[in-house]
């Protein structure tokens, strides 16, 4: 795949939308593959690298995100807060990338539009290496910003999982669509930016794998099929999360079901790091079951000992 620049073409009617933080390695190139857009907003959340000052050497906005710890994080704050010039965004992250292809039929899209909001898939290269096994990976990336929002699962406020959401995804008000072509998803920071951002998205996850265990699946098998494949997504994680020996489950579906063979040896390490991810994840869970145990067992003394009838309680 070719990526995408501006030479010779005219301005697309779209606002690019770019949550960062320290990506000066990630940036120039996800800049440069969305240079047709006629708007480009960099949300930077305090980097001390030189990513604000490559964002505006490439002519971008910047705008200034401080999280507080509660509330909205960085995408859903810059949808509803940012001054867009354009009815159409397209959320891109710092180390996607918009291929050639990409950039045409995001142009047909946004210009004779099918539906209010589209799902992109992509492409991931891990170790020099597209994996197949990643795909289909869709997301809701270009809509248009007055009708979707992320999903709030009740977690924004949890610390130590950053300020940008993790694996929520939009929810729209309006009719959707897929696109053919895929963003290219390529690191340049190496796996220790990996294994870092991983660790905290698996604080995330064991919070609401914890949720889910304790809520019901809610539908049926007749009903699991006919949901749209996002509400399909999420009741299969509420399966899931019952499921036993989940970390070999993992390794088996991304290696054999998904066809991560396929990757040689990149293929493999992926999938042996998608099965530690969910190990972490597990043993985080049990973590807070057990810190809701110790808790639950210190209420039920507390109220043996009549303290709950103390003033204040």
């Known amino acids: 795949m070719t990526l995408s620049g501006s030479a010779g073409r005219r301005s ?7 949550p960062v933080l320290n990506e000066e390695e990630n940036l120039p190139g996800a800049l440069s593959s969305v240079a047709w857009a006629d708007q480009v907003v960099v949300v930077d959340s305090g980097s001390t690298d030189r990513t604000v000052e490559l964002a505006r050497d490439a002519g971008a906005d910047v705008a200034r ?19 867009f010039r354009n009815e159409w965004v397209l959320l891109l992250d710092a180390d996607e990338r918009v291929t050639s292809q990409l950039r045409d039929e995001i142009e047909a899209a946004v210009r004779n539009p099918s539906a209010d909001g589209y799902c992109i898939d992509r492409e991931f290269v891990f170790m020099g290496r597209s994996l197949r096994c990643f795909r289909p990976n869709w997301n809701l990336r270009l809509f248009k910003h007055r009708l979707g929002r992320f999903e709030d699962l009740g977690l ?28 290219l998803h390529d690191d340049d920071r190496g796996l220790t930016a990996w294994l870092d951002r991983h660790n905290r998205y698996a604080t995330w996850e064991a919070h609401l794998y914890h949720r889910f265990r304790h809520e019901p699946i809610g539908v049926g098998p007749i009903g699991l099929l006919r ?27 991304w290696y054999v ?14 999938c042996a790091l998608m ?15 057990l810190i809701h145990g ?15 009838g103390l003033p204040g309680r």
């Open 156 to 183: 924004t406020d949890l610390p130590g999982t950053g300020d940008n959401e993790i694996h929520e995804h939009v929810v729209l008000d309006g009719r959707l669509g897929f696109l053919d072509n895929a963003l």
């Open 257 to 270: 079901l998904r066809r991560g063979f396929l990757g040689g040896r990149p293929g493999f390490t992926f």
């Open 294 to 308: 110790e808790n639950t067992s210190e209420r039920r003394a507390a109220d043996d000992a009549g303290v709950s």
């Open 275 to 289: 099965a530690f991810y969910e190990l972490t994840i597990t043993t985080k869970m049990r973590e807070l079951e």
């Open 65 to 83: 995100f401080d999280y507080p710890g509660h509330g909205p994080k960085k995408k859903n704050w810059a949808l509803e807060h940012l001054r």
């Open 227 to 253: 949901l749209d494949p996002f509400r399909r997504k999420r009741v299969l994680r509420r399966i899931w999360v019952r499921l036993p020996m989940r970390p070999v489950l993992r390794f088996l579906v």
């Open 12 to 18: 697309v009617p779209v606002t690019v939308v770019l």
